[in-house]
């Protein structure tokens, strides 16, 4: 039994996690080479990749979304503790339908029904979290107290007035009806300053974490790859 079960993890007398690391490192130097120049090997890579991701999307959709939600409401209501088929389901199923529609030119106008719909339904949905997690928290963060005393420190009170002008100046920036001349010139230049400091901050974060996936990447290829190529082949421990 336990030689059986030994078996059905290995495979050309090595193990399948063997086999999994050296597929790994293989494809991140075949993605990793075009950093030389764009060759055939990235390109087999990156298609795979995109294939591979693609479908297990399509499986995870199907497995977490369209039977628990679709299919068992409707042909296997006891097992979502329903008393009776939820065929209020057929309308989504239907303006789901309606989009294949796109695919015949006689009838390609009626796909423009479910897209409509599920615009105005996020749109719906969307705008009053925006306006919330967006706007009314930036609105917040201009109101807070200018003056040091009592529980406000001095510097609270100046980064609340560092939020105040950054806000206003970004504005006056983006203030077209009057030529920005004089008072709003000044607020003009003055926000762009912020807002290159925000783009400059934005773009940061962005560069570190392609680095952070650059450092995994890395330590895989030391740490895991290299030791397995060792004999006799084996996954490192620890």
């Known amino acids: 039994m336990e030689q059986a079960h030994a078996a059905a993890h290995a495979f050309l007398g090595l193990p399948v996690e063997l086999w999994g690391t050296w597929l790994a490192g293989l494809l991140t130097l075949a993605v990793y080479s075009f950093l030389y120049a764009d060759n055939p090997v990235y390109k087999a890579a ?108 001095p510097l609270a009170a100046f980064n609340s007035a560092l939020i105040l002008i950054g806000v206003v100046c970004t504005l006056g920036y983006f203030y077209f009806s009057l030529e920005h001349k004089g008072l709003l010139g000044g607020m003009s230049r003055v926000g762009i300053w912020f807002l290159m400091v925000a783009f400059g901050a934005g773009f940061g974060n962005t560069v570190m974490a392609r680095i952070s996936l650059l450092i995994g990447r890395i330590q895989f290829l030391l740490y895991d790859l290299l030791p397995s190529l060792k004999p006799p082949f084996g996954l490192p421990h620890g």
């Open 46 to 153: 990156e298609h795979l990749f995109v294939g591979v991701s693609a479908a297990y999307g399509v499986v995870i959709l199907f497995y977490e979304s369209v039977k628990p939600d679709i299919i068992q409401p409707l042909f296997q209501p006891d097992l979502v503790d329903l008393a009776s088929p939820k065929y209020i389901l057929l309308v989504p199923i239907a303006l789901g339908l309606l989009l294949l529609t796109r695919y015949i030119p006689r009838i390609s106008y009626l796909a423009r029904w479910p897209i409509a719909f599920t615009m105005g339904a996020y749109s719906g949905m969307g705008i009053p979290l925006a306006v919330q997690g967006n706007i009314l928290v930036q609105m917040h963060g201009t109101m807070k107290p200018l003056w040091p005393g009592g529980e406000v420190t």
